[in-house]
C-alpha cells in the first residue's frame, strides 16, 4: 500500500514540474536494495531490481517501467499509477513512453551539487545515454536537483508535525541525560545510556549507532564526527553531544553543551561562560537573519563573523543544513562558499524548510561549546523547532 | 580499529591490481551513509562525508583522502595507511597523489555490467572528470569491475571461516524445522518457527524476510520467488525450502528436500526417490567438474545434461551463483549461455570462490525437488561448506 505521504510528495512534485518548466521528471536506477537512490524515498516505498524508470510527468500521469519479476510487489507498494512491466529490455518501453509524451525537457536524477540529487551511476548512464542515441531526448537531459531540493525542502505540515515530535523527543532524552552525567563516567556510558531510551521508546536513530549520540568530554576530545570513547568525564569539563532520532522516516539531530563544575566554584570560569554567550549570541545573529529569500551563505557568515569577531577560531564547516528523511537534507545549505558546498550556499531559502544551527567554539583547557537547534522557515522568518539552550548546564 | 578482513582484501586488492597490470584502484565517493558504494564494503568499515577518494595502488600504497571532520573515525576504523584531510576541495591532494603516482591506467568504480561495482554516480564522475581536465589521467580511467569481482569472489580464510560458521547455523536451524514440520501444518507456521530460531541466535537473513525461507509444499506451489503461503503440509507432498542467514556480514544459501510419508508408506514412492537420487546425482556431477579455469557454462551444462538425460525437464536458471555478503554475489557464475547472464557465464573460475550448486525438477503429482549446496574452490576442486543431503528427509 502506498503510503498518504508519498501521495502528497507526489502532487507537490507535479506541481514543483509546473513551476519550473519541466515535463518530466525521472529516476532511473537498478538494484535499489543494495544502493538506493535517495531521492526515490520521496516517492515511492519499493525497491525495483532490474533497470528502472520512475516517471513523473508534468500532466499528472505517473508510470514506473519495471523488471516483470517487481511487478507483484509495486502493485502493493508503489504510488504510480502506471506499471509498464518488462522481460528483455527496458529499452522499447522506456522509448515508447518517450515519444509518446515528448517531453520537452527531462529532469534526471544526478547532481554536481547535491549528492542527495544524485542516485544516477555512471554506469547507469552511460546504459541509458546508448538507448537514447539518436533521439531528440539527449539534449534535453537536465539535473532535477532543483526539483529535489524543493520536494525535499518544502515540507508539508504533516511532514513539520512529524519533525516537531522528533525534536521534543530527542530534547526529552537530553533531559534525562543530564542527570546521569556526573563526574567518573564515561562518554560511552553516557552514549549508552541514552541509546537505551531511544529503544525503549522505538524510535530510530537519525545516523549510525556508533556516532549516535556522539559524546565530547574535556579538552582532548577527538572532534566532530568520532564515537563516544572511554574517556572519563572529570570536574572543569566542557562536555558536549550530538545527537538525533529518527521517528516516522523523518530525522532529528541537536546539539547540546554541558559544564561539570569544580568543588571550588559556584559560576563557571570566565572563559566558559563567554564562550557559550558567543555561541548563543551567534545563532541568535543566524537565526535573525534567516527568511525566505536570503542567501544560505550569508546567514552563515552572521554567524561565522561574529564568533571571529569575539576572538575565536571560525568553525570549520558550515552552520547549518537541512533536516528531513536524511539527517543532512539536501538542496540550499548555510554553508559558506567553499567549493565544496557547490552551488549550494548561493541557493535562496524558501517557506517550510527546516534548518539546523549549529555553530562551535573551543574553549582552551575546558573543551568545545556547541549548540544545535532546529528552525523551521516562515513567510517572514523563521520559528524555532526546538527550545533553544540559554544557559550553560550545570553539573555539580 | 579496521577488521582485519578489511587488511586482508587490501592485501588482495594489491594482487589483483598486480595480475591486471593496473597501478591504482580508486573509490570516488560522497556522503555513504545516505547511499553507500557496495564496493566500499570490501575493502572500509567506516563511511565519509566529504568528497573523499579511497586509493589502493599496486605498489602496496593505500592512501584515504577525506574531509578533515572525517579524520579522527577514520584513524579508528579505517585500514588506509596514509590518511590526508582537507577542509575545503579535494581537488588538490588528489592531483599531488596522482601526479607524485602516476599511475599507469585508474581502475574507477562505475562499470555498466555490474551494479555491485557501480557505485560511482554521475555526478561524481562530472566533478572527477573537471578535477582532472587537462592531466594525462583522464585517457587512463577503466572500470574496476573485474577488480571487485576478482576481490569480491576469492575468499580469505577468515571469510571462509565466517561462511562456514554461516552455513552450518543454516543447517542447524533446518535440522530443527524437521522436528516442526508435519502434516497439517502451513507453509507459514513452518517459515515463522524457523525465522523465531533466527532472531534468537541474533542472526540477519540473507534476503528480505517475506521469501527468507521461502517454503513450497506439494504439486501446487507458487514456484520460485514467492513467499510461504497458507498452504497446509498434507501426506504424499515433497516439501521444499530456500533459506539463508547473515552472520557478521557474509550470506548463506541453502536449498533442503523434505517428504511427508503417507500412513501406507514404508519408503517413498518409486518417482519421488527416482527425483531425489537424480537431483543428488546431478549436484555431484557439477561439483566434480567444479575446479579453476573451467567455465561456470560448463558446470551448468553438466547437472543440467545429467537431468534431461533422466527424463526430466531442465530447470528454467542458473545452476549456481558466488555467495558473499550478498547472497547473489557478483562476477563469474554457474550459468547456462542464456543472453540475461551476459559474460559471466564465460568467467573462468578462480580459487576460493564460493559458489550455490542449485539444480530443481519436478516430480509429477508429489512436488518439486531441490537441494542447495554450497562450495568452495580449491586448487584442484571444491570442497563442500554444506553438509551436502544424501537421503530424502522422511516425515512421518
Redesign the interface.
Known amino acids: 500500500m502506498s503510503s498518504n505521504l508519498t501521495l502528497e510528495k507526489i502532487d507537490q512534485a507535479i506541481q514543483i514540474l509546473d513551476e519550473n518548466n519541466i515535463d518530466l521528471w525521472m529516476i532511473f536506477t ?2 535499489s ?6 531521492s526515490m524515498d520521496m516517492v515511492l516505498d519499493a525497491n525495483c531490481t532490474w533497470h528502472s524508470a520512475f516517471l513523473i510527468n508534468r500532466n499528472g500521469d505517473t508510470t514506473a517501467i519495471i523488471g516483470s ?1 517487481d511487478l507483484s510487489n509495486m502493485q502493493l507498494q508503489s504510488s504510480f499509477k502506471n506499471l509498464i512491466p518488462y522481460v ?1 529490455s527496458i529499452k522499447e518501453p522506456l522509448l515508447d513512453y518517450l515519444n509518446k509524451h515528448n517531453p520537452n525537457k527531462i529532469a534526471l536524477n ?18 541509458l545515454f546508448k538507448y537514447l542515441e539518436g533521439t531528440p531526448f539527449t539534449d534535453r537531459l537536465v ?1 532535477s536537483e532543483d526539483i529535489i531540493a524543493s520536494l525535499k525542502g518544502r515540507k508539508s505540515a504533516s511532514e513539520i508535525a512529524i519533525m516537531q515530535k522528533a525534536v521534543d523527543e530527542t530534547l526529552r532524552i537530553y533531559d534525562e541525560a543530564t542527570s546521569f552525567i556526573r563526574p567518573g563516567v564515561t562518554e560511552r556510558e553516557i552514549a549508552a545510556f541514552m541509546l537505551g531510551l531511544v529503544k525503549q521508546r522505538g524510535f530510530g536513530l537519525a ?2 549507532e556508533e ?1 549516535c549520540p556522539s559524546v565530547f568530554t574535556g579538552p582532548d576530545t ?6 563516544p570513547t572511554d574517556r572519563v568525564v572529570k570536574k572543569g569539563h566542557l562536555l558536549n553531544m550530538d545527537f538525533g532520532i529518527k521517528y516516522k522516516g523523518y530525522c532529528s539531530d541537536l546539539q547540546r553543551t554541558w559544564y561539570i563544575m569544580q568543588d571550588n566554584e559556584d559560576v563557571p570560569p570566565e572563559s566558559v561562560q563567554k564562550g557559550f554567550d558567543v555561541l548563543k549570541n551567534s545563532i541568535k545573529v543566524a537565526s535573525d537573519k534567516l527568511k525566505p529569500g536570503v542567501l544560505g551563505w550569508e546567514v552563515d557568515a552572521a554567524a561565522r563573523n561574529y564568533i571571529v569577531e569575539n576572538g575565536y577560531e571560525e568553525f ?2 558550515g552552520l547549518g543544513h537541512q533536516v528531513g528523511k ?1 539527517v ?1 537534507d539536501g538542496g540550499a545549505g548555510l554553508f559558506p562558499r ?3 558546498y557547490g552551488t549550494t550556499p548561493f541557493l535562496p531559502i524558501e517557506q517550510n524548510q527546516i534548518f539546523t544551527i549549529e555553530p562551535r567554539l573551543t574553549v582552551p583547557e575546558h573543551g568545545v561549546v556547541t549548540m544545535e537547534e532546529e528552525v523551521v522557515v516562515t513567510e517572514t522568518g523563521c520559528r524555532y523547532l526546538s527550545v533553544p539552550q540559554e544557559k550553560l548546564i550545570l553539573i555539580k
Chains 1, 2 share one sequence.
Do not use: C, K
Open positions: 537498478r538494484e536494495a543494495t544502493m538506493r537512490d535517495p519479476l528483455q544526478y547532481s554536481v551539487n547535491s549528492n542527495l540529487a544524485d542516485g544516477l551511476t555512471y554506469g547507469m548512464f552511460l546504459t539535473s545516523w549510525e556516532l577527538a572532534g566532530a564526527h568520532s564515537g570549520p564547516h536524511i543532512h567553499w567549493e565544496r
